[in-house]
């Protein structure tokens, strides 16, 4: 029995993912809950398991191609499977919930923005092994939209009816060129009209031909000979290179844009003799009964930071639009920003305020870990009440950081440098470091932001007034 698997919600409420990559191709066998695809949303590369044991029928997207929750991802030839839940699909850990699963000669989905009449067969791009890279080496067409039968069925074509295959910019240089792509036969794989097919038919086939087509400004359309474009979305175009805003990039802007009109911000900066703070992790470090374990000054600031939000707790609270509401949060969920090859990701430590020094240490390291390798899940980067930015890593002393939507501080943490400093009535070369605090003044007035940042601040250039503050 044919079983097809819809994109499931992966979490809060996104409606879309893109396919990464395929683990299966077509005829392989699969086990129950063995990885089948790597697909990224609006936060995260997420690694989908089978909810089958079967075999794959048939793949409904290329890699590159964005999906809506809820249409079909791939078909199953499932053995013995019946509808009444003999094999339905399990929840893993990292997913909210799964998509409907139906019947192979159901309704079409309306408007469905991948069509499922041209399964991918063996054409499935290798994952790069560079994560920086693997974004341009996986970016491939996405198909037609597919109109339901009893809607623009004079606007777009029906599965039986599909338009010649080809990439955006494959379309847009036929445009500009006046070419009708249903007169040119495709030389690509599986029929795919190339970018040569296209300029060989309209007789333009030097690249001062394509050029004449469209300036830069025109957007992905025809590529200078040698210029290093793909054909995947996007690509060089003369002087520039187009991308396409998705993934990380587009919910980082969409976060950025609702933060900056949404909550009035305020910036405070203090800095600080931290020589004790860094004199205490020198010892850490050297201690036997901590060997293992990775200690740096964003260990011991996100420890200060907590034991500062115990005694300032309006930082660490919500301002509810909807509900008319001040949330004040019981708890800590600590969130660091991290600089990854995707863009800027803010996962979470859960329950922070409940971690020792040590749990603390090793949450850290696992966060940085998951971080780099892009395998931060949703629910790891949902849900956070306070964030921690370390811009010293890359030589910053000090900025203005930007709220995470919904919380009502970030503190930026600057580089830790040794300079001249007044201490015990001398100048003294010490350690010194620039702590930058934002806070959402609908919720923090300028005194309750000046504590918190004080207490942080006493705490690292003194670690043991944590037993005054505790």
Known sequence: MIKVFNLPDLGEGLTES?????????????????IIAEVETAKAVVELPSPFTGTISALHADPGTVVEVGRPLVSFEVAGADDDGAQQPRREANLVGYGALVETGGRPARRARVTAASPVESRVATTATDPATAAASLAAPAAAPVAAPDEDA??????????????PPVRKLAKDLGVDLELVAGTGERGLITREDVLAFSGAGTSAGADAAGGPTDGPGPVPAGAGATEAEGGVVGRETRSPIKGVRKHTAAAMVASAFTAPQVTEFLTVDVTPTMELL??????????????????????????????????NSHWDEAAQEIVQYHYVNLGIAAATPRGLTVPNIKDAHRLSLRELAVALAELAEKARAARTTPAELSGGTFTITNIGVFGIDAGTPMLYPGEAGILAVGAVRRQPWEHEGEVAL?????????????????????????????????????????
């Open 154 to 167: 004079a606007a777009a074509p029906t599965p039986r009816e599909e338009r010649p295959r080809s990439t």
């Open 282 to 315: 020198t010892r850490l470090k050297a201690d036997r009964s901590f060997a293992g374990l990775r200690f740096t000054p964003l260990t011991l600031v996100s420890k200060a930071v907590l034991v500062a939000l115990a005694n300032n707790p309006t930082l």
């Open 18 to 34: 893109e396919v990464v990559a395929w683990k299966v191709t077509p005829g392989q066998a699969v086990a129950l809950n063995e």
């Open 430 to 470: 010490r350690q010194v470091l620039t702590l930058s605090l934002s806070f959402d003044h609908r919720l923090v007035d300028g005194e309750q932001g000046s504590r918190f940042l004080a207490d942080v601040g006493r705490i690292l250039a003194d670690p043991g007034m944590v037993l005054t503050m505790i």
